[in-house]
């Protein structure tokens, strides 16, 4: 599967997992060792659920080719084609395309529920919080927004990490990459994930300008999704603020900027 002269070259975009491109004669792939030392309260590392959701969605074209997974002592690795293409960084229409035709997904996978509506989102919200030592919890807890949207029951699978360095651009189209925390929830989840004021900052340097979000919220073709996000849309930014407030607090001090502009959109 691999020579024993091959080549491996260490990838830095992922900011939890040990990842290697493996050069020999093959095609490039991609070796990912997960860490589970760090239980992150928002983004799960799961090396199954990411076998799994490259298995189930292989004939879309949206994400890379499953070569392989399995254990190695007490840690779980998964090998497959490298995608071709760089990180994302503009033209939001085409991602809000790549989100809506994998939400529109027929696909029946063992994943975890995700958070639907405002109680779940709460709820989340405020147990990340707990686990926040410094006073500015107590600012964000103040700031939880009051009001009431129900769950949906359209739910799908979604990626539950598009971030922009999660989406490599090419002259093939767009792929999907790191899908170590699906879910089975609302839509709204990716699209928050996505147009996150805190992630656009850390992946690519910048929030989203108003033009470029009513671009991708158009563009994603779903009134009432984009509608449902519109409305759930305090809450997204709230949770995240107290994300960012918990990384922060942990050893990745660049969350603090992303903790800023979250409450800002509060």
């Given at each position: 599967?691999?020579?024993?002269?091959?080549?491996?070259?260490?990838?830095?975009?992922?900011?939890?997992?040990?990842?290697?491109?493996v050069l020999d004669a093959e095609?490039?792939?991609?070796?990912?060792?997960?860490?589970?030392?760090?239980?992150?309260?928002?983004?799960?590392?799961?090396?199954?659920?990411?076998?799994?959701?490259?298995?189930?969605?292989a004939a879309t074209g949206f994400v890379p080719r499953l070569r392989a997974s399995g254990r190695f002592g007490p840690d779980r690795w998964v090998f497959y084609d490298h995608a071709a293409g760089t990180p994302w960084r503009e033209g939001t229409a085409q991602v809000a395309e790549l989100l809506h035709n994998l939400h529109?997904?027929?696909?029946?996978?063992e994943v975890p529920k995700g958070c639907n509506g405002s109680v779940d989102l709460d709820h989340h919200g405020t147990r990340i919080l707990k686990g926040c030592r410094s006073e500015l919890s107590a600012v964000l807890a103040d700031c939880k927004p009051g009001t009431q949207v129900p769950p949906t029951p359209r739910v799908c699978l979604i990626h539950g990490d598009p971030v922009a360095g999660n989406i490599?651009?090419?002259?093939?189209?767009?792929?999907?990459?790191?899908?170590?925390?699906?879910?089975?929830?609302?839509?709204?989840?990716?699209?928050?994930?996505?147009?996150?004021?805190?992630?656009?900052h850390l992946y690519r340097g910048k929030a989203l300008s108003p033009e470029e979000e009513a671009t991708f919220l158009s563009a994603y073709d779903s009134p009432?999704?984009?509608?449902?996000?519109?409305?759930?849309?305090?809450?997204y930014n709230w949770r995240m603020a107290a994300?960012?407030?918990?990384?922060?607090?942990?050893?990745?001090?660049?969350?603090?900027?992303?903790?800023?502009?979250e409450v800002a959109a509060l």
């Open positions: 599967m691999i020579a024993k002269d091959a080549q491996f070259e260490t990838l830095y975009g992922g900011r939890t997992n040990q990842v290697w491109k095609p490039d792939r991609v070796l990912k060792f997960y860490r589970s030392s760090l239980q992150n309260p928002l983004f799960r590392n799961d090396a199954q659920l990411e076998a799994a959701c490259l298995h189930a969605l529109t997904q027929e696909v029946v996978l490599l651009v090419s002259s093939a189209g767009l792929t999907l990459i790191d899908w170590q925390c699906p879910a089975m929830g609302d839509p709204c989840e990716d699209l928050a994930l996505f147009l996150s004021p805190a992630m656009q009432q999704t984009v509608r449902r996000y519109l409305a759930l849309k305090p809450w994300y960012c407030l918990w990384r922060a607090e942990n050893g990745a001090p660049a969350y603090r900027a992303g903790f800023d502009l």
